[in-house]
């Protein structure tokens, strides 16, 4: 296993100020190393490392192929009431919807994207899978200033380098498990999938107004992390053999709190889903609704076209803590996509999408009106729609399952990369080995091991990182910046991986885009709880 190369030093000033307030929280993980290289040097370190402003992130964005064209967008980031089926739930949203304005735009397109924060605390907003410049990241404090509450500003200004199904969503907090999010479609002018029309499907769990938030949910699970944001880790909440919270941690059945805690005791204290793919337990919390484009079941928003059309779906799993089992009654899926990169096309009843994963399908639609489902994999729960053609009749009531559900299951790692999209095979300069671990009896999660602290690059160099996840729960994997690809699924790739537990997972991508990114875990109540680490670009 290689490291950082003789008198490399892995974090400068900034980094060690970040790292030290996570230190805070996660040293109980024994192992994590996550300061292990901090110690002297931070100077020098500085001048080797390359910052999100430096002149090497400007170049490698005036590198990118561009089309000419500028796609401008106005998000405003404030308080709203969303109607959810006839529960009125009181949220945070771009727009005033439950889910926030799709946005397109073709490959190689400058987006300028103003953003408005007129919410009661700081916000940034990241562009998922993206190939982004580095500055424009929307990492804070990394890689921006964090916008400020109240009526802050900021432009995201950046190309559009790749074609694909992507999604955008705060980055700060739990914010992201409220309304702050969306999809974002880069088209390809080049598109020989075949499709004569596609619809995007954004798939939520939704638990913000309905008796409790994302942050008391959070305070259920820890305590000490009831404020929201990794910083604020310090004491862990007690939790049973299985890692859940146990009933005397949380309040539930006690009666005590407000109804606010005693709402969020309730979700968390309802056990864990538990599923054979993804190798056990499945997530702790059970949201008490599920959400297509932001609508629950009883009241979709149908997809509608002539039957024979031949449709792709873009679906985004925008859930928090979710993975969602996708199928179309009646109908067989052709997995042609995920992540924004093709694949050679898969047959599938249904689809498994963890959390910030896409998987693009296409369907040749029958005439009638079919059924739409997204189950929560692992537990009771479902979203749903219904996709009608022009010559049906209204669908009245949507079932909760369909049949093609328990039907041909393709995972990820029965997919395999189009040529067009493979890595050259090359060995590898860099090859790291990290542990995805969960401290034990409590509810605190982390990136461990001699090399977390020290994932280092130069461009140009292929890197490999091998996950070895010693927890007892499957973790969706996500770098910034970056798509790599997956060796044991024959290259496949993607931006975010499913690693499920006892088990241990390559990822090889090409260092080919300056600066400083987060690697951390999509489970955003894992995230919030210390399962992230940093890769840093040096000269």
Same mark, same amino acid.
């Given at each position: ?73 106005? %998000?405003? @980031? ?32 400058? $987006?300028? @994207? ?13 562009? +998922? ?44 907090? %739990? ?14 002018? #080049?598109?020989?999938?075949?499709? #004569? ?38 004491? !862990? ?93 009646? +109908? ?16 599938? #009843? ?32 479902? @979203? ?24 041909? %299951? ?52 292929? $890197? ?12 969706? !994997? ?43 875990? +999509?489970?955003?109540? +894992? ?13």
């Amino acid at each position: 296993m290689s490291g950082p190369l003789p008198g490399e030093q892995p974090f400068g000033r900034r980094e060690v100020l970040r790292l030290g307030a996570l230190a805070a929280g996660t040293a109980g993980l024994g192992g994590l190393g996550l300061l292990a290289a901090c110690s002297g040097g931070t100077h020098q370190a500085a001048r080797r490392f390359i910052l999100p402003t430096d002149p090497e992130v400007r170049r490698a964005e005036a590198a990118r192929h561009r089309s000419g064209r500028t796609a401008s967008f106005a %998000l405003t @980031a404030g308080a709203a009431t969303v109607d959810l089926g006839g529960r009125r739930a009181h949220t945070w949203t771009y727009g005033g919807e439950a889910v926030a304005p799709e946005l397109r735009v073709g490959k190689g397109d400058r $987006v300028r @994207a103003a953003v408005t924060n007129r919410l009661t605390e700081q916000t940034t907003l990241h562009w +998922h899978g993206i190939r982004i410049r580095n500055d424009m990241d929307g990492n804070a404090p990394v890689t921006q200033a964090a916008i400020a509450a109240g009526d802050g500003r900021f432009t995201y200004d950046f190309t559009v380098p790749d074609p694909g199904t992507y999604w955008y969503h705060s980055h700060s907090g %739990l914010q992201a498990d409220r309304g702050l999010f969306g999809a974002l479609v880069v088209e390809d002018p #080049d598109d020989r999938s075949g499709a #004569d029309a596609d619809a995007v499907l954004v798939l939520d769990d939704w638990l913000d107004g309905l008796g409790t938030t994302p942050d008391a949910v959070l305070a259920a699970l820890n305590p000490a992390l009831g404020g929201g944001g990794t910083a604020g880790m310090g004491g !862990m909440a007690g939790m049973d053999h299985s890692g859940s919270p146990s009933a005397s941690t949380t309040g539930a059945g006690t009666g005590g709190g407000t109804p606010e805690q005693r709402t969020a005791a309730r979700l968390v204290g309802q056990g864990e889903g538990r599923s054979k793919v993804l190798g056990g337990m499945t997530q702790h919390i059970a949201y008490p609704l599920h959400l297509i484009n932001g609508r629950p079941p009883n009241d979709p928003r149908p997809i509608r076209c002539k039957p024979g059309t031949r449709l792709r779906l873009r679906i985004v799993n925008a859930g928090a803590e979710t993975p969602y089992r996708f199928a179309v009654a009646g +109908h067989e899926l052709t997995v042609v996509a995920v992540d924004g990169y093709d694949t050679q096309p898969q047959k599938a #009843d249904a689809v498994l999408l963890g959390m910030a994963q896409r998987v693009d399908v296409l369907v040749t639609v029958r005439s009638g009106a079919w059924p739409v489902v997204a189950r929560a994999e692992g537990r009771p729960g479902h @979203a749903a729609t219904v996709l009608r053609t022009t010559d049906a009749a209204p669908q009245r009531k949507l079932p909760a399952d369909v049949p093609e559900l328990d039907g041909r %299951l393709v995972l990820e790692s029965a997919l395999r990369p189009a040529a067009s999209v493979r890595l050259d095979k090359r060995a590898p300069d860099r090859s790291y080995e990290v542990e995805l671990l969960r401290a034990e009896g409590r509810y605190q999660w982390g990136i461990a091991g001699r090399d977390a602290g020290g994932l280092v690059m130069k461009t140009g160099e292929r $890197v490999r990182i091998t996950m070895r996840n010693t927890s007892g729960m499957w973790h969706p !994997m996500h770098t910034h910046g970056h798509t790599f690809a997956v060796p044991a699924y024959g290259g496949l790739r993607r931006d975010t991986v499913n690693v499920l537990p006892g088990t241990s997972l390559a990822v090889e991508f090409d260092a080919d885009n300056p600066g400083e990114w987060m690697f951390h875990c +999509h489970n955003a109540y +894992h995230f919030e709880a210390g399962m992230a680490a940093d890769l840093h670009y040096i000269r």
